[in-house]
């Protein structure tokens, strides 16, 4: 049984480039929720796709934005990426968009120079 | 608002020895999930527990044991003769709402030293 992938899983890009990261939710899951982890710091909620829509968002600007295919797995886009968008990148996967638990990638780790 | 505080930055402790990781968890909420999470140097973030506010009875899974009381609003977590694999970084993230979005405090980096 897969549990939740993400690609890439290291990438280094320069300020103002674009970035693209892929996840794969465990099988059966059908929602996907993105988080950004600095160094030393919780992971913060970016938004959550679920029936192909952004159900939920966080606290982030109009730079980040997202897509849900029909076989549940999810792209999270970054434009004009600043230096302070070098994080951890985790997807997350569930059942549902309620509070059933939720199984985590080991995440794409973006440097921006 | 919802609050969620990890007081321990950092704790460090032999192997063998018991260590009680701490979480509050302010909110307005009558009812409510809590979840824990393990963090390892790989990163990944590895699901441990989910519960709901209405047990107050401890839980029990081999070497962890969580505790909730809701009286003080805390949900710790205890691992008994510990060992050098524990070593990671540890969250208690609560809900917001009746959703899926997490809500993650600063954490609790755990070292045990053989």
């Known amino acids: 049984d897969a549990g939740v992938t993400q690609s890439p899983t290291h990438l280094i890009k320069t300020r103002g480039q674009q970035v693209t990261l892929r996840c794969s939710p465990k099988?059966?899951?059908?929602?996907v929720s993105w988080y950004q982890q600095a160094l030393g710091q919780g992971p913060q909620f970016i938004f959550q796709y679920y029936e192909e829509e952004e159900r939920q968002r966080g606290n982030f600007p109009d730079r980040f934005s997202g897509h849900q295919y029909p076989n549940y797995s999810s792209e999270l886009n970054v434009n004009a990426l600043l230096l302070g968008d070098s994080a951890l990148y985790l997807c997350?996967?569930?059942?549902?968009?309620?509070?059933?638990?939720?199984?985590f990638g080991e995440g794409s780790r973006l440097t921006v120079l | 608002a919802q609050k969620v505080t990890q007081a321990q930055t950092e704790i460090s402790v032999v192997e063998k020895e018991d260590v009680t990781l701490d979480c509050v968890y302010e909110t307005r909420d009558t009812t409510y999930y809590l979840f824990w999470y393990k963090q390892p140097p790989s990163g990944e973030l590895v699901f441990l527990i989910r519960r709901n506010s209405f047990d107050e009875q401890n839980e029990i899974s081999g070497r962890y044991s969580w505790n909730f009381q809701k009286s003080t609003s805390s949900f710790n977590f205890t691992i008994t003769a510990s060992q050098v694999v524990d070593s990671a970084v540890y969250f208690c993230a609560p809900p917001s709402g009746n959703t899926g979005k997490l809500i993650f405090g600063q954490g609790t980096t755990l070292q045990v030293k053989p």
């Open positions: 997350a996967s569930g059942l549902g968009e309620g509070t059933g638990e939720l199984f």
């Open positions: 099988s059966g899951h059908d929602t």
